[in-house]
């Protein structure tokens, strides 16, 4: 079983940024892919960035050219390195890794982006 917490949400201005932090329990090398999801009040979860153990990184279409993936497995740790931060960017954020074919999710971090 992986533990899974994120940390380094909050309220931040429009065009200002975060990183957020997901800490691992497992061993970085031995989870496959990890991601960040999010979801706002009234919406769905989606999918904002993945990156698998070989350093492959998916970044959706809303946050491209803003947002990061990065993760490092020797201190057992994905990032998410938010820039140009939106109001629609407000959300709670998830982190997802997947570990031995099963989904673990952390408990969720508030990110508030204020106009």
């Known amino acids: 079983q992986v533990q899974l917490v994120e940390s380094g949400g909050g309220l931040v201005q429009a065009g200002g940024s975060l990183r957020l932090s997901c800490a691992a329990s497992e061993s970085g090398g031995s989870i496959d892919a990890m991601s960040w999801y999010r979801q706002a009040p009234g919406k769905q979860r989606e999918l904002v960035a993945l990156?698998?153990?070989?350093?492959?990184?998916y970044i959706a279409d809303s946050v491209k050219g803003r947002f990061a993936i990065s993760r490092d497995n020797a201190k057992n740790t994905l990032y998410l390195q938010m820039n140009a931060l939106k109001p629609e960017d407000t959300a709670v954020y998830y982190c997802?890794?997947?570990?031995?074919?099963?989904?673990?999710w952390g408990q969720g971090t508030q990110v508030t982006v204020s106009s």
């Open positions: 990156i698998n153990s070989a350093g492959t990184s």
């Open positions: 997802n890794a997947i570990f031995r074919a099963r989904g673990y």
